[in-house]
């Protein structure tokens, strides 16, 4: 197994793929991969060492050409250097130990060319609330992610998303007035069948009908697609926790 990887760029500047995993690397020195300005693709899973794999926080500055960079399975915890990839477009972090979103968010924003991210089994997704708040978070933030833990990313949950957050603050922070239990009031006759994606218009029409879709939490409404619901029950757990009061939700997340 390979422990230490001081001259592994020596004379490899066409290099574009290098296969590093499983093995016993312990640390990523500054000039590691100087040289390797070819480089596409780095596979550095599960490295066999009881500690965490780290680098220097400029051990990634010549490889920008970089397009995959799998570092899963290493007990990771520290992120910092990972910006300088400008170039990356997959990023494999699962299973290791980032408890801290912030970082990770710090580090994945400026990744304008990722399209597919992996951070399964990581200590900061152990709550489904914390997981789908992430997740919210990332398809918000990196505009051309696609793929989010193995998952399709679909154009109707980034456009509802990005309606959701536009109205959230404009117009639903504004409705105190009432409690919570106000919601069953409003009549399922005034949400008639607003579900009806295609009877709406598309798009727009599902995100008019997610007011009403608020009135019931345990209500199944087969209309809406699964996001929807979870977004839902996300908003409303929100706002039960932060003691926030809203009146006409229906009217609220109207487009």
Not at 68 to 80: M, V
Not at 126 to 141: A, P, V
Not at 190 to 212: D, L, Q
């Amino acid at each position: 197994m390979i422990e230490n990887i001081e001259n592994i760029n020596f004379g490899l500047t066409k290099l574009e793929t290098l296969h590093l995993g499983h093995n016993k690397i312990k640390k990523i020195n500054s000039k590691n991969f100087s040289n390797l300005e070819n480089l596409r693709y780095l596979n550095l899973d599960n490295q066999k060492e009881p500690t965490s794999l780290i680098w220097d926080v400029d051990a990634f500055s010549d490889v920008k050409s970089l397009e995959t960079l799998n570092l899963a399975g290493n007990r990771i915890s520290d992120l910092n250097g990972l910006e300088e990839l400008q170039n990356l477009k997959e990023l494999n972090l699962s299973t290791n130990e980032i408890s801290d979103f912030k970082n990770l968010d710090i580090v994945i924003g400026p990744l304008r060319e990722l399209k597919i991210l992996n951070v399964l089994n990581n200590p900061m997704l152990q709550q489904k609330n914390e997981e789908l708040m992430i997740k919210k978070s990332l398809i918000l933030h990196i505009e051309n992610l696609e793929i989010l833990n193995n998952k399709e990313i679909k154009p109707t949950e980034r456009i509802f998303l990005k309606k959701m957050k536009r109205n959230a603050k404009n117009k639903l922070l504004k409705k105190q007035n009432s409690d919570l239990s106000e919601l069953s009031e409003v009549s399922n006759e005034s949400c008639g069948s607003s579900f009806g994606i295609e009877e709406r218009g598309g798009m727009n029409g599902m995100v008019n009908g997610i007011g009403c879709a608020l009135i019931s939490k345990d209500e199944v409404q087969p209309h809406l697609p699964p996001y929807a619901t979870q977004y839902r029950d996300l908003m409303m757990q929100n706002y039960a926790q932060s003691g926030k009061k809203f009146r006409n939700v229906s009217k609220a997340a109207n487009i």
